[in-house]
């Protein structure tokens, strides 16, 4: 095993984090105190764990599915969680007395979303692409609900709609980042849990049952604690693409393909890259800020293309 490489990425990625909230403009008015702690700092812990937490499911579902293109996307955890989301703006729903009823929307709706699809895979009759084919339904179904309710809305609505549609870490104060760790700590750690299950993955379904893993129950398991992590992260900081699909190909790429190493890897990888995504939004243009949904996509789509041209050897 690569640890020497292991440990080097960890460095990198440590610095990136710690670096981050001291990247842009200058520190040096009366508010640089409030700037760098309840700016700064909430925003690069929020990115952290928003990052880890969907790269971590993107290669657990990547495992599982035995597909490449497989992320939380896929199975419509997203595209639920930006619906609900979406309602809540239009409907003009208020943030209630403790919990901002917008994210519990979302969340709401990424959680039903995904358990329709988990019910799918549980049912033992479905194979690995009807349960992929089924989540691509569901995402294309409800992305055309969401277009339809922004063209029955007034501008003010829609305009907020989709600036939360291309996600954003900002955050004042520490609420949000108390708010998402226990759901990114749990999912992440789940997942951890299943690491040994999720290896014999890698040589199919069968090879894995034959090694006593209950492929039905890993994988329903999966897809149920990816909605609970990946359904918090787009609830509070919108839909983000390309972390969950991108970070793990890199990380196999850099890393290897064991499964022990890529998804605790993918954990760190998808924290660091966030980060440096979210650093970028804020200092790309002085005095204005890019939607980090931009940054990933901007970054994402390029290095997809690149891995899909390269020859694989994983």
């Known amino acids: 095993m690569n640890y020497g490489k292991n440990i080097s990425v960890s460095l990198i990625v440590l610095i990136l984090l710690v670096a981050s909230p001291w990247i842009g403009p200058e520190l040096s008015t009366a508010h640089s105190d409030f700037v760098f702690w309840q700016l700064r700092i909430p925003r690069m812990l929020m990115a952290a764990m928003v990052g880890a937490t969907l790269a971590t499911c993107g290669a657990a579902y990547q495992t599982i599915f035995a597909n490449p293109l497989a992320t939380p996307s896929t199975v419509g955890t997203t595209a639920g969680a930006s619906l609900g989301a979406l309602l809540a703006v239009l409907f003009g729903v208020k943030s209630g007395l403790t919990l901002p009823l917008i994210p519990l929307w979302a969340f709401s709706g990424a959680l039903v979303v995904t358990f329709m699809v988990a019910w799918i895979a549980s049912s033992g009759r479905a194979r690995v692409n009807d349960v992929l084919l ?6 294309l179904a409800t992305g055309a609900i969401s277009t339809g309710l922004q063209l029955q809305a007034d501008m003010t609505s829609t305009f907020e709609a989709i600036r939360w549609s291309l996600g954003n870490i900002s955050q004042v104060g520490y609420q949000g980042v108390l708010l998402m760790l226990p759901f990114s700590f749990v999912s992440v750690t ?30 329903t398991l999966t897809l ?27 990380t196999r790429l850099w890393l290897g393909s064991s499964r022990r190493i890529l998804i605790p890897m993918s954990a760190i990888c998808g924290a660091g890259f966030l980060v440096l995504c979210d650093t970028l939004a804020r200092i790309l243009l002085p005095g204005r800020e890019l939607p980090v949904g931009v940054i990933t996509a901007g970054i994402g789509a390029p290095l997809l293309v690149w891995f899909i041209a390269k020859p694989q050897n994983t």
């Open 190 to 219: 789940i997942i951890f849990s299943q690491i040994r299950a999720l290896d014999s993955f890698v040589l199919g379904e069968d090879k894995a049952h034959s090694q006593g893993v209950s492929v039905t129950k890993v994988r």
């Open 224 to 250: 149920g604690i990816g909605a609970l992590g990946v359904g918090a992260s787009v609830a509070w900081c919108g839909p983000i693409a390309f972390v969950g699909l991108i970070v793990p190909h890199l």
């Open 134 to 139: 089924a989540g691509i339904a569901i995402t």
